[in-house]
């Protein structure tokens, strides 16, 4: 019997205990303040982000925050272009995910209700989601299809 595949797969195992327990390690109850920031625009609407562009910070997100100003947001930076799904485990505020192309151009958008665990996904592949405060894209008339521009989306077209 070969133990190789079972060594491995235990070490993977292992592996990923150790990752999920310091991603949740550094959970510590309050909101992540001090991202970097960038300015985003949707048209003549500035966005203040900040930018969530590691794992532990993308874990985190926006959790533990009792309100958030209105011209702010958070923006989530993956690797990988993917299906990327979202919920609202330990967040107290209202939001709407905004799934982002890589040319900035919003894929889809889904509101979020507060401590809700049900996932909201992207319609495809994308790399970035930005999250605001529920109903920022409705009173500025932001749809799918609309296009951000910023420094993350400056090198598509």
Not at 9 to 30: V, Y
Not at 37 to 53: F, H, K, N, P, S
Not at 55 to 62: D, P, S, V, W, Y
Not at 92 to 118: C, H, K, S, W, Y
Request: aromatic share 8%; with cysteine.
């Amino acid at each position: 019997m070969n133990l190789l595949p079972l060594r491995f797969a235990a070490a993977l195992a292992l592996s990923a205990g150790f990752t999920g327990f310091a991603a949740h390690a550094q959970d510590t109850g309050q909101p992540q303040l001090n991202l970097p920031r960038i300015e985003l625009r949707a048209g003549m609407y500035r966005i203040d982000t900040q930018v969530a562009a590691r794992f532990a910070e993308r874990q985190i997100g926006l959790m533990h925050r009792s309100a958030m100003p209105q011209h702010e947001g958070m923006l989530f930076v993956f690797e990988q272009p993917g299906v990327q799904c979202f919920w609202m485990k330990n967040t107290l505020i209202p939001l709407t995910a905004a799934f982002v192309a890589d040319d900035g151009t919003i894929v889809n958008l889904a509101d979020m209700q507060p401590l809700d665990e049900r996932s909201h996904c992207s319609a495809k592949p994308v790399r970035f989601v930005l999250e605001m405060n529920q109903g920022w894209f409705q009173s500025k008339n932001i749809q799918a299809g609309a296009k951000l521009t910023g420094k993350p989306f400056q090198n598509h077209p």
